[in-house]
């Protein structure tokens, strides 16, 4: 159908009496189309028994034609039947592909909205921007960067914060630096996730700074730094910063907690592991802290069935061989893993890292870990990555 033809047949026939049977027919129809083909037929009906588009489910429409050559031919039923700008529509598709399995078709359609000039609003862009951080795409997410300043949402903090947070995903920590400082301004979660994205790089100092730099700081603020400093092999830092939480009156999290208690677990410090675990009790976390128990507890059965036994000659303090099997249990890198099974989805790569090397213990049981449960964990100690798949590690046993 022709854009003329289109057009006149769009103008031309008289609405039908709301009692017409073709009416009630046509209706059943407007739901079972499922191709920019069955559309065309659809509104071809529609034309010959003198039904108005306006029945046309348009969401639909736009799903139908989005991602192929049919665009042009819904584009043009919106700019007939609308009176307000067709984006929200066209929106409605960018989020399902957006937060489905198929981000680069979020990608695709923005680009057919601006080529037939579809103005983006912030709920497109930050649609499109979410695409762009399921798929790492920096290349991408710079253009949309640049698309929005243009259209003069620069000073929207929501999708400034998105760009920040895939600059760092994705490595770009000089524009992320940048585009920091060129901020006109920033919320606690601009600076968390300067916080995070350094810390997860290993630049525990800089992420420190940005702490001691915040003019607010909430709980993910504090226990951000706080597991920071358990990755980086800087347990008494760690421990330090949660005795300053407490002076502050702010309320931990169970990921504060667990990060605590495996800072404790590297020191030692067994008593002060107790007292965390009681004050953890205390603050109503007592299921969420029995819960990691109980889960490493019934994980630990399974991989003494494969074999595995607790090799206490790693550690060196003097106590009983019964303890020295408990101070190993609580290996911040077990307790990494045990919490992320527990929180994460179902198949989501595990990562931890660890500015000290991963003793033999956690070596054995990582890899015992990521056979029973079939997820990938990967470490990063002082000396390389560990990519644990399978019962099996990246490095052979040889570290």
Known sequence: MSSSSLSSSLRCFPPPSPSSPNLKNNDLLTHNFNTP??????????IKTSTPLSILPLTKVASVCALSPSFSYAH????????TPQTSIWNSCLIRFAEGDSPSHALLLFYQMR????LPDTFTCSFVLKACLKLSD???????????????????LF??????????LCGEMGD??????????????????????????????GAYCFFLRMPDKNVRSWTSMISGFVQCGKPKEAIDLFM????EAVRPNEVTFVSVLAACADLGELDLGRSVHEYSTRSGFKRNAEEIYQFWDKLLVKMKHRGYAPKTSVVLLDMEEKEKETFLYRHSEKLAVVFGLMTMPEGTTI????????????????????GIVNREIIVRDRNRFHCFRGGQCSCRDFW
């Open 76 to 83: 043009q039923i919106f700019s007939h039947l609308l009176e």
């Open 138 to 156: 920096v290349v991408n997410g710079k253009i949309i960067h640049g698309i929005f300043q243009k259209l003069g949402f620069g000073s929207n």
């Open 244 to 247: 300053k939480l407490q002076d």
């Open 176 to 205: 992320a630096m940048l585009l920091f400082e060129k901020m006109p301004q920033r919320d606690v979660v601009t600076w968390n996730i300067m916080i995070a994205q350094l810390v997860k790089r290993g630049d525990i100092d």
């Open 351 to 370: 990562r931890i890292m660890k500015n000290l090397r991963v003793c033999e213990d956690c070596h054995a049981a990582l890899k015992l870990i990521s």
């Open 115 to 118: 080529l037939f000039d579809v």
């Open 37 to 46: 083909l069955e559309l065309k037929q659809l509104h071809a009906r529609l």
């Open 159 to 168: 999708l400034q914060n998105m760009i920040l947070n895939l600059y760092g």
